[in-house]
């Protein structure tokens, strides 16, 4: 990375930090998607993905305007069929499919990135739209007006969905292993849809071994869920295999400080003895 590289990535962590700091209700949340990939890909111009959306927001606020009968099937079409949002099923785990601004380029992405999409040319078009965060998929619930009811949409396939697809995708993921509750149905709060999107965005990078794209992720899902104790160990797990055991032991120890009972405490006290003996060979 350019020193200017550099300094770009650096200013939109300072806003996201900003953009994460205000109260829930506050948080814009396309806005911080948009500086989340601004960091990932330095001097994005986050303005004109802002104009978009903008954009986009008119046009569908029109077509949901000329079928005020039938609104979330127009907001369907505009979405699925007119402009041609879909589900990138050839490359799921390119790390582009996590950045909104690719996935307004491309019409593809993965669930949340394209649920991030459908709720924001949603809102704009006068819809109530919220996120659904399942295990392993992420759908929205669209209602016409605030007291609708509301229907279950999946961007990622394209449809309307029910309850029972809902568990058959739980059945496909997990073996039939993880029943349908209806806390999988709540709405996700904006914190809860940002750090799952990180969350997908570190994976990808710690499977590619990309370990400071990774890192850099683990500190920004800190920023907004600062309680979310796991990424201090895999903070510490990513910092000693870029050789920086100090810090990596510092954010092991405080996640066992934090989480005594972990179900994990056991595997990751090993680890942190592997890191004192590597920090104790280097002095």
């Known amino acids: 990375m350019t020193p200017a590289n550099k300094l770009q990535a650096e200013g939109a962590r300072r806003e996201f930090a900003a953009l994460v700091a205000r109260p829930e209700a506050a948080i814009d949340l396309a806005q911080a998607a948009l500086v989340v990939a601004a960091e990932e890909q330095p001097g994005l111009d ?63 992405g ?41 229907l279950l949409v999946d961007p990622f396939n394209g449809r309307i969905s029910s309850e029972a697809d809902c568990q058959q995708q739980l059945d496909t993921l997990y073996d039939g292993q993880v029943p349908l509750a209806q806390a999988h149905l709540r709405p996700a709060r904006p914190r809860e849809i940002l750090t799952r999107l990180l969350r997908n965005l570190k994976a990808i990078y710690a ?55 972990a179900p994990d405490a056991e595997r990751v006290q090993v680890e942190l003895k592997k890191m004192r003996l590597q920090l104790a060979m280097l002095n």
């Open 46 to 108: 986050v303005a004109h993905y802002r104009a978009q959306l903008l954009e986009l927001g008119l046009q569908a606020r029109a077509r949901v305007g000329e079928r005020e009968r039938a609104p979330i099937a127009a907001l369907n079409d505009f979405v699925f069929r007119e402009l041609g949002f879909t589900g990138n099923q050839e490359n799921y785990y390119d790390p582009r499919n996590s950045l909104l601004s690719y996935v307004l380029d491309a019409r593809r």
């Open 207 to 261: 499977q590619t071994h990309h370990y400071r794209r990774a890192l850099a992720t683990v500190e920004r899902i800190l920023l907004v869920a600062p309680q979310a104790h796991e990424e201090h160990r895999d903070c510490g797990m990513l910092l000693a295999q870029l050789g920086r055991y100090a810090e990596a032991t510092r954010e092991v120890e405080t996640y066992l400080r934090r989480m005594p009972d």
């Open 110 to 150: 993965i669930p949340i990135t394209l649920s991030l999409v459908y709720m924001e040319l949603g809102r704009r078009a006068g819809l109530h739209i919220e996120g659904v965060g399942l295990p392993g998929h992420f759908i929205v619930r669209a209602r016409a007006t605030e007291d609708a009811r509301g």
